[in-house]
């Protein structure tokens, strides 16, 4: 799946964020994610108010000490991959 | 202590047995509780803040029905205050709009309903009730919420030819994930074996046809097929392996490594009313029983498997091979997979009509059934 750049993820019906001893975690039905470092900073990015592209160029800022394209790499993936599980949905 | 104890992850709450359906397969045990020794609700609130204390995330409320429970909207209610992501399990009978209004209103995360065919005749003729059309019912009341649906279709010889159709109703209702759970032959299942194990020649079919489904639903449903254990080529890790990552309470409040735990002679189970659920899966016998590999057998003692599948089943084992410490008998390595290649040539070489013709299994006349009665 391509990612648009311009569209707005959130979290889709049945997922939400949750903790449990100090760890996050993104809560799915059967299933569960923990949420670290830059896992934690894209989920909680994925508000339904923060396109794509903002959520990329907010993470460079934040990691402004790793390579700019690969961190954008990195969050295309890491949505790719919550699109598959169903943990997310794109807002045009 | 055998294997040091990791936090359990999943909570399976079985609020009661009482259920309006009958299903032929009800992995339910064959002895069911009466609603006379059921957990109050201030049991079963307790039970979830306790869970929630121990590192559990989900609760999965099933039964029986859990809407027989007339205190269901406020179990939800008290789970999801205790911190808990909650899933309903349920036939959606008894449910009206204003029910579902109300479940959805205190919080329910995740609405799982099960489906016993694509047709109404196959359907009620499973359950040993009318329920099909209910079901597409509540199908539609659901749209009105942003909640987690799963639409968890229960698959055997005689529905397995309604694939297309089943796939009609996942295109028309988006749930965001669809199961197609082959029964498993535990129990009622067990019981029912003979009339319910599909044929090689259907299970093909079916597997290719979800390979597409999948593909087509992408982005949109998740699809996942559960395949039934008998045509496994390796056990499946049978409850994410015992005592790791699920802990199951029966509706009078017995704590379970797993559902059908209670075939295994010899096991004595410890209930939420006497300890707490942490004591419980830390130290009691049940839970320790098979936690990790110090009861393993070969060939699964020196398997290179043995830490993805934890030597598959117990109950299985139990029931195939009479000793819950061998290893699962549906694994190709197992010195008792020739018993389950038998009962496999038995249904694919006997009786069932022309070779080639997928729906030759359905033409047989209808099965005589053991229906799982509703308890007191």
């Not at chain 2, 539609?140 to 529905?159: D, E």
Request: glycine content about 6%.
């Amino acid at each position: 799946m391509n990612v648009d750049l311009n569209s707005r993820p959130r979290l889709a019906a049945g997922c939400r964020m949750g903790e449990n001893n100090n760890q996050r975690v993104l809560l799915m039905p059967e299933r569960a994610l923990r949420l670290n470092g830059p896992s934690l900073e894209i989920v909680s990015r994925c508000d339904g108010k923060h396109s794509v592209s903002q959520i990329i160029g907010e993470l460079q800022l934040l990691y402004s000490k790793a390579e700019p394209h690969k961190v954008e790499q990195d969050i295309l993936g890491y949505l790719d991959l919550l699109q598959k599980e169903r943990a997310l949905d794109f807002e045009p | 202590m055998p294997n040091a104890a990791q936090h359990p992850l999943a909570l399976v709450a079985e609020l009661t047995h009482r259920c309006p359906l009958h299903c032929v397969y009800c992995s339910n045990p064959l002895e069911l509780q009466s609603r006379a020794n059921e957990l109050s609700t201030e049991a079963w609130s307790r039970v979830f803040k306790e869970a929630a204390e121990a590192g559990v995330l989900q609760a999965d409320f099933t039964g029986g029905e859990p809407l027989a429970r007339p205190d269901i909207v406020e179990l939800i209610r008290n789970a999801r205050a205790a911190g808990l992501y909650v899933s309903l399990i349920t036939s959606g009978i008894p449910l009206d709009e204003a029910k579902l209004e109300a479940l959805v209103q205190v919080g329910l995360d995740h609405f799982q309903l099960s489906f016993q065919g694509a047709r109404e005749e196959t359907a009620n003729d499973i359950s040993g009730t009318k329920s099909h059309q209910q079901k597409l019912r509540v199908l539609q009341w659901i749209k009105r919420y942003r909640i987690g649906l799963t639409l968890n279709f229960v698959i055997h010889r005689r529905n397995i030819d309604e694939l297309e159709e089943m796939l009609a109703i996942v295109e028309d209702s988006h749930p965001g994930c669809v199961e197609f759970a082959s029964v498993q032959y535990y129990g009622w299942a067990f019981a029912n074996r003979e009339k319910l194990l599909p044929t090689r020649q259907q299970l093909d079919y079916c597997v290719e046809r979800l390979k597409r489904a999948e593909e087509e639903l992408q982005g949109k449903t998740r699809v996942v097929f559960v395949v039934p254990d008998y045509y496994a080529r390796f056990p499946k890790p049978c409850v994410g392996g015992w005592g790791r990552k699920l802990m199951l309470i029966t509706p009078n409040g017995d704590a379970l490594p797993c559902h059908a735990a209670p075939i295994i002679p010899g096991l004595k189970f410890e209930n939420v009313k006497n300890r707490s659920l942490r004591e419980i899966w830390e130290d009691s016998e049940a839970f320790q029983k098979f936690r990790g590999e110090d009861w393993m057998q070969e060939p699964c003692k020196s398997c290179d498997r043995r830490e993805q599948d934890f030597g598959g089943c117990r109950c299985q084992a139990m029931l195939l091979a009479g000793d819950a410490a061998a290893t699962d008998p549906v694994c190709s390595l197992a010195p008792q997979r020739p018993k389950v290649d038998a009962i496999l040539a038995q249904i694919n070489e006997s009786q069932l009509g022309v070779p080639g013709e997928r729906g030759s299994a359905n033409q047989l006349a209808k099965p005589e059934w053991l229906y799982r009665p509703n308890p007191a």
